[in-house]
């Protein structure tokens, strides 16, 4: 079986400056995969170009049997691949069912829409008892799950989460973790990018650590978790 | 001050010819954050736009018949430009410093006046527009020009069709998504470059109805008439709260009734008398701006931007 993505020595640049010096990971369907690293590892550079923000200096990136690397932005989510960005990006000014709604932009079903909007509010009942509420009012524990239901709308086939945990309270972490491990149970595939790695590993199918621009150490969520060098270089043991 | 109705009739109907044309600003800067300087020009253009349609018109036609011709005419002039000046010189300079679509905006500016200047037949001097025959529609306690009713009935039905075109249309969310945020636009499938075409094209649409009525309410067109009328425009975008619609026309008929008043009675005020008068009102109109700006720089209808978590 081929997988649903497949990243091939990939390389992103920002001017002359290299984000990302040439990495090669792939995603298999019904998988969790986690890219782990630190601040300036190239991990949100590289979901960026996935989701056709920035274009790829080199290399190549296939997507459900398709090559990505000249597809503009906005056509990439009728693909099957939806991103929540990092900082989480929703529409401040309106509101949790407006920018859900934006989140099924290309869609036409409108019963489907209306269906999968109650499924958010299941989903984050918080968002439910908020709907009228302008977006830019929420928490950013809210405002996560607001960003998720929307990457969600569009029923993609990956869904990509870039930094879910940033910035939250441990219980709001959980919680968020904690769906991405129900979303899994229901078959969606997702690329997990994490500063937290212990708890991006210990949902993770593959995970792969980025240093300065590389993968450096490839392996099963399990794995790394109990690495030597993962251990002392990002759970923070000596 | 037995003349008060009739000032305010006036301040309103300038105010609403400003607001009208304030709305290209405020829906550019909206979604590109760009000042477009020639957005005066588009609204001129507009103008002559109108003009030729009349001029090919058989003579003797009759203006009621020949309106609509003419607005539609000056929509596509306008129109087309705008398009055309978002397509070739604003969007190659997207991404660059924002000095530079601004320096860019103010020389296309320049281009398009001396462009008519040079190129329109007779258009050196100001030409006579079409005016409704007739004497003034007496309401009262003040009267309108006949040229008037269109800048009245026109005006809040632009803004009302704006509004729910905005607020209701797939494309009207999809814009309010653009302009608060275009990259994360982008990730929910809208094409950003299409929105901002249909912002310029729909603010050019609005300068050119203005231009109509501003035709039909001087009874003349002139290749400068976008440079006073392009920089109140923006007084009222900036006095409104740059990128709010609703801000754009209350800040134009601030900016109008203002502008009326200033000119109908600061020469009573003891010690102002040669302050007063028309020659005084764009001064007036300015005063205001800056002291906005100093008092309340994201103007009346404009939020601070405190939005982002």
Not at chain 1, 59 to 88: C, M, N, Q, Y
Not at chain 2, 43 to 62: R, V
């Amino acid at each position: 079986m081929t997988a649903l993505l497949e990243v091939e020595d990939l390389k992103v640049a920002y001017g002359k400056i290299e984000a990302v010096k040439g990495i090669s990971f792939s995603v298999e369907a019904g998988q969790i995969v986690t890219l782990i690293g630190t601040n300036g590892a190239g991990k949100t550079t590289t979901l960026r170009t996935l989701s056709g923000l920035l274009k790829p200096a080199a290399g190549h990136i296939t997507f459900d049997g398709k090559p990505l690397g000249a597809v503009p932005a906005h056509k990439i989510v009728a693909l099957g691949l939806a991103h929540s960005p990092e900082g989480r990006h929703i529409f401040p000014r309106l509101t949790i069912t407006e920018n859900l709604q934006l989140g099924a932009f290309l869609r036409t079903d409108k019963a489907g829409i209306e269906k999968d909007i109650q499924r958010a509010y299941e989903l984050f009942p918080i968002l439910g008892e908020r709907r009228k509420q302008a977006a830019g009012t929420l928490s950013g524990g809210e405002q996560q799950m607001l960003a998720m239901g929307r990457a969600l709308m569009s029923q993609p086939k990956l869904l990509m989460l870039d930094e879910p945990s940033m910035g939250l309270s441990p219980i709001m972490m959980q919680k968020i973790m904690q769906t991405i491990v129900e979303l899994k149970a229901e078959g969606t595939t997702i690329l997990l990018v994490e500063q937290n790695a212990q708890a991006a590993l210990s949902l993770a199918d593959q995970g792969h650590v980025m240093e300065i621009g590389k993968i450096v150490l490839s392996g099963s969520g399990d794995d790394l978790l109990h690495d030597e060098s993962v251990r002392k270089a990002y759970l923070g043991e000596d | 001050m037995n003349d008060l109705p009739q000032q305010l009739a006036n301040g309103l109907l300038l105010g609403a010819l400003y607001g009208l044309i304030a709305i290209g600003y405020t829906m550019v800067y909206g979604i590109v954050q760009l000042i477009n300087f020639a957005h005066g020009e588009i609204f001129m253009i507009g103008g002559f736009g109108a003009l030729t349609a009349f001029l090919i018109l058989p003579t003797g036609t009759s203006l009621l018949i020949a309106l609509p011709v003419m607005i539609l005419m000056a929509m596509a002039c306008s129109v087309l430009v705008a398009m055309g000046a978002e397509r070739f010189a604003y969007r190659p300079l997207r991404g660059a410093p924002r000095l530079a679509p601004l320096i860019t905006a103010i020389g296309l500016s320049i281009a398009l006046q001396q462009a008519i200047w040079a190129f329109y037949p007779d258009a050196k001097k100001a030409r006579p527009f079409p005016e409704f025959e007739g004497p003034r529609f007496d309401l009262g306690a003040f009267t309108i020009g006949r040229g008037d009713l269109f800048l009245l009935i026109a005006a809040p039905v632009c803004m009302i069709a704006l509004g729910v075109f905005v607020s209701k249309t797939r494309t009207g969310r999809a814009m309010q998504a653009t302009s608060q945020d275009p990259d994360t636009a982008k990730l929910m499938g809208i094409n950003t470059d299409r929105i901002i075409v249909t912002a310029f094209a729909i603010g050019a649409a609005f300068a050119a109805i203005a231009a109509v009525a501003h035709g039909l309410r001087y009874g003349n067109v002139d290749f400068r008439m976008g440079f006073i009328a392009g920089l109140k425009a923006f007084t009222a975008a900036v006095l409104g709260g740059i990128g709010n619609i609703y801000g754009a026309m209350i800040g134009g008929l601030v900016l109008g009734l203002a502008e009326a008043m200033a000119t109908a009675y600061i020469e009573n005020i003891p010690g102002m008398s040669q302050l007063g008068g028309g020659a005084w009102k764009d001064v007036w109109a300015f005063v205001l701006l800056i002291l906005v700006l100093l008092l309340r720089p994201q103007g009346l209808l404009g939020q601070r931007v405190a939005d982002r978590a």
